[in-house]
């Protein structure tokens, strides 16, 4: 699209050469440690990624089972 007469017309400078914005000073703090990696809270995490992963399957066989809601009236158990 054009501009006005006698404006030059702005182009989209592509990803590449686009200037990379770093942050300013005072958001870098170098007194800052990276954390340390912990074998044990890896492993809590896998673990508990595994359990619902479970879950989501166990809930996948029950629905496509039609076993869901077995026992319609639930609390007294058909009486």
């Known amino acids: ?6 404006t030059p017309v702005r182009r ?3 990803f590449w050469r686009q200037r990379r914005l770093q942050p300013p000073d005072f958001m870098i703090d ?8 912990n074998r044990a809270h890896h492993r809590l ?9 479970l879950l989501i399957v166990a809930g996948a066989l029950v629905t496509s089972n039609d ?3 077995s026992v319609p009236d639930w609390p007294t158990s058909f009486g």
């Open 12 to 14: 989209a400078v592509p």
């Open 45 to 53: 995490a896998m673990l508990a990624a595994g359990c619902v992963f």
């Open 1 to 6: 699209m054009e501009g006005w007469p006698g």
């Open 67 to 69: 076993a869901g809601l």
């Open 30 to 37: 170098p007194n800052i440690a990276s954390t340390p990696y």
